[in-house]
């Protein structure tokens, strides 16, 4: 199926609504959507009553993922959490390799901002951290439209969840 939002809730977890397209999704289950992992732990239906089950075409919320998966990954369900975790760990390093972020030395907010007036700094790094999926690819979506010829903004870190001391 499809990943259609993800979010972090207090006390929950990692909560994440899917699409199934084929099969069946039960409780229980081990799934890998897009780079992380996980055992189905809770399975709810549209309505917010707790299911053993979903079928096809059918709208679930599933908590039990190690972290928010991105909207419009796809996910499938393993047979054991040792290949999910070895598929998510996969397709992680792909997607370092994709993005390929070295890391840089670190600046101030005001020594920015001054080589940005002083014309140095083309590029404007920026770590964006939202309650669900969905705000983060909008928001970064939105990011690349704001991007000047002067400077442009480049979002090296792209998360759900609160933030945290490794964020920065």
């Not at 081990?30 to 239906?45: E, H, I, K």
């Not at 996910?75 to 390799?97: G, H, P, S």
Request: aromatic share 2%; with cysteine.
């Amino acid at each position: 199926g499809i990943v259609i939002e993800a979010k972090v809730e207090k006390g929950r977890g990692v909560v994440a609504s899917l699409l199934v397209q084929e099969g069946t999704l039960k409780r229980g289950d081990q799934v890998v959507a897009g780079s992380t992992y996980g055992r189905v732990r809770a399975l709810m239906n549209d309505k917010g009553k707790q299911v053993k089950q979903g079928g096809p075409g059918c709208p679930i919320e599933v908590l039990g993922l190690n972290e928010a998966p991105l909207a419009g990954d796809t996910f499938d369900v393993c047979k054991t959490e040792k290949q999910a975790k070895e598929i998510a760990e996969l397709r992680m390093e792909k997607k370092r390799q994709k993005e390929n972020v070295s890391p840089s030395a670190k600046v101030s907010l005001e020594d920015l901002f001054s080589k940005v007036g002083e014309g140095e700094v083309k590029e404007l790094p920026v770590v964006l951290k939202t309650d669900v999926a969905g705000s983060a690819e909008a928001i970064k979506q939105l990011f690349t439209k704001v991007s000047t010829s002067k400077v442009s903004v480049k979002v090296i870190h792209n998360a759900v969840g609160a933030i945290t001391e490794s964020d920065v």
